[in-house]
């Protein structure tokens, strides 16, 4: 094992361990998301504790996480844990632990992961953060800022090609086909080639993608592998810092448009038992919702299961409680027993 890079250094020193061993990086993880479920029912100064769980998280994936060194890393192990059920049920356990417990945690309150707990999506808010603190007008692209964009990707993608003759690219550097990936399109929107909305669905692209090479035993390094690994991967950090590039010109750029965990959590949200909806009577349609969520899931106070991540800035900044967590599950179970009482209700 190559020698850890400095600040990183992992509780654990092996990659694998028994499964008395992994007890202590699960627990970490859930009791992130106990806290996440704790204080997500509190209104005053939510948003600021978001923020300090977002970095807690931050330092338990750094310092703790073996078993999941990246965005894709959820998808990949969980496809292996499931090829060892019924073989080596400890193994099996080691590495589908984590992605159960971010789908049933995802159906029973939303897709917090994405919004409180994923570490790429923590670099990406520290990265929006620095972009409002020098908020720009909202003008179309000047011709030098077309042409200055133009120039830039242009040159980026050319660096690309001129790697890939030298290199297996696919194998060996995977993670910049996603770096350039992003790049365009970010340059494509910001340009009004592309609509933002439609360009989101090649999340679904990049999760078929992962699933396609994890059952062909490809290796497909995850653009934020760089940041939690002691592997000396440059393609990887390359990726990272096109990512953190990347969202000070469109927040949470990866999360919107190339996130193949972000649209199965959104996938997800269509059937969890919390949702985000409006309080009947109480929008004004003001644009406040709109314009605090960063991932752009909200449209006339109509919030967007798909695209939501459940980080509550639009229900704590809505001056009129015009939005609302509202309990599915609870709904519809009241809406099937009213029938059944009318049924038993003599006519």
């Not at 940041?227 to 000070?248: E, G, M, P």
């Not at 899931?297 to 919030?303: C, S, T």
Request: charged letters at 15%; one cysteine or more; a positive charge.
């Amino acid at each position: 094992m190559q020698p850890e890079r400095l600040p990183l250094g992992k509780v654990f020193n092996v990659p694998f361990l028994s499964l008395d061993g992994t007890s202590v990086e699960m627990a970490s993880l859930i009791f992130l998301f106990l806290v996440v479920i704790a204080i997500s029912g509190i209104q005053r100064r939510r948003q600021l504790v978001r923020r300090f769980v977002q970095g807690g998280s931050f330092l338990v994936f750094y310092y703790v996480v073996y078993s999941c060194l990246g965005v894709f890393g959820m998808i990949r192990n969980g496809l292996y844990g499931v090829t060892l059920l019924g073989t080596a049920y400890s193994e099996s356990f080691y590495w589908l632990a984590l992605p159960v417990a971010v789908i049933s945690v995802t159906l029973l309150h939303g897709p917090v992961f994405c919004g409180w707990i994923c570490p790429t999506g923590t670099m990406q808010d520290l990265a929006g953060w620095l972009r409002k603190r020098f908020p720009r007008r909202q003008r179309p692209l000047t011709r030098r800022w077309l042409i200055g964009l133009t120039v830039f990707v242009a040159g980026f993608l050319v660096l690309m090609i001129w790697l890939g003759r030298r290199r297996q690219l696919l194998i060996e550097d995977s993670s910049v086909h996603f770096a350039a990936m992003l790049i365009l399109l970010c340059y494509l929107v910001l340009a009004g080639v592309i609509d933002d909305l439609p360009s989101r669905k090649l999340r679904l692209v990049s999760l078929a993608a992962i699933f396609v090479t994890a059952v062909s035993h490809l290796v497909v390094t995850s653009p934020m592998h760089f940041a939690f690994t002691a592997r000396d991967d440059k393609a990887s950090a390359v990726t990272t810092l096109v990512i953190l590039v990347s969202s000070l010109f469109v927040l949470r750029s990866w999360c919107r448009y190339l996130c193949p965990w972000g649209y199965l959590m959104g996938f997800l949200h269509r059937f969890s038992r919390l949702r985000i909806q409006q309080t009947p009577g109480r929008c004004t349609e003001c644009g406040v919702c709109g314009t605090t969520c960063d991932v752009a899931a909200i449209k006339n106070g109509v919030v967007r299961l798909d695209q939501c991540q459940f980080c509550y800035s639009c229900v704590d900044h809505c001056p009129n409680g015009g939005l609302r967590v509202v309990d599915m599950w609870s709904q519809q179970g009241e809406k099937s027993a009213v029938p059944a009482r009318k049924a038993e209700d003599p006519a």
